[in-house]
């Protein structure tokens, strides 16, 4: 099975072109599962239903979530698909095995005033201070995924026609700026970040202090860092500032379909999602402004 799950993983790599980080899930859903059934003496070739729902309540007896018990039935089918493709299985024994149903949970978000105290705390005084503000003002100016805006180079950047290029493996989509994102990237941009490189090569958009492309760890930290300074209590990770891009954008009467481009959804249910919130915003509108309310 191990040579298996090397060639599937390659294939994913190499035809399907997905991200490190999905073939990481990938890699450690179809290991987990593997050791489970080595342990239970059935060869992979032979398994059917009954065993992999078995495999799914181990995992539910552990303590997983049901999300996390949905990506790996998820891998797992993905697996067995490939191995049905190269002959090497003759069913798929994932076959009629519905996934566990997932509870949309409300995303966290951040009020408009949690905003401005959250952008208020960078203070363009000194080349840290300069990167941080730029970055943070297009988190939330953009929505982008923090892995999107981590992979950014500068020439993705239109300043002058006011948009941003979003690219991943299979396409792309052109993000408008606001006035306050484009005058603190210029700003980085223009003075910050040809001081903070140290070789002219380097064609990340935002680099930590020695030059190099930021991580996906270092902009966690500079958000929690601002988080704390900010004294909100709530928890903040960069995902939530694209949470509150999408619900204030929709709260002040963007188009949902508009939103789901600018979020790069491709399924526009995983956009409606935030109209709850919006619901609440009506009903306080309701409220505030009916005679008879």
């Known amino acids: 099975m191990e040579k298996q799950i090397k060639l599937f993983l390659e294939f994913l ?15 450690r859903d179809i290991v987990q599962f593997s050791n489970y059934i080595e342990k239970s003496n059935i060869s992979y070739s032979k398994i059917e239903a009954k065993e992999i729902n078995e495999y799914l309540h ?18 797992i089918r993905s697996f067995y698909q490939y191995l049905l493709r190269m002959k090497k299985v003759k069913q798929d024994p994932t076959e009629g095995i519905q996934s566990p149903k997932i509870e949309k949970k409300a995303p966290s978000i951040l ?41 950014l180079e500068v020439d993705d950047v239109k300043l002058e026609e006011g948009f941003v290029i979003c690219r991943n493996a299979t396409k792309q989509r052109n993000i408008p700026l606001g006035a306050i994102s484009i005058k603190a990237l210029k700003e980085y941009m223009e003075e910050a970040r040809p001081i903070l490189i140290k070789d002219d090569q380097e064609k990340a958009l935002f680099v930590n202090i020695n030059g190099k492309r930021l991580t996906r760890q270092g902009f966690w930290k500079i958000v929690k860092y601002y988080k704390e300074q900010a004294h909100i209590t709530k928890d903040i990770t960069p995902h939530v500032l694209r949470h509150s891009f999408a619900t204030h954008l929709l709260q002040n009467g963007a188009d949902l379909k508009a939103i789901q481009t600018m979020l790069g959804h491709s399924d526009i249910s995983s956009t409606q999602v935030y109209m709850q919130f919006q619901d609440e915003n009506l009903k306080n509108v309701y409220r505030k402004a009916h005679p008879r309310a």
């Open 111 to 151: 009020s408009s005033k949690e905003i401005e105290l959250l952008l208020e705390q960078p203070k363009d005084v000194d080349l840290k201070g300069i990167r941080d503000k730029a970055m943070l003002e297009f988190a939330y100016a953009t929505g982008m995924r923090v892995t999107e805006i981590i992979s």
């Open 58 to 75: 181990h995992l539910t007896e552990l303590g997983k979530k049901t999300s996390t018990i949905s990506r790996n039935l998820a891998s």
């Open 13 to 27: 790599q190499k035809d399907k072109k997905l991200s490190n980080n999905t073939l990481q899930s990938y890699k």
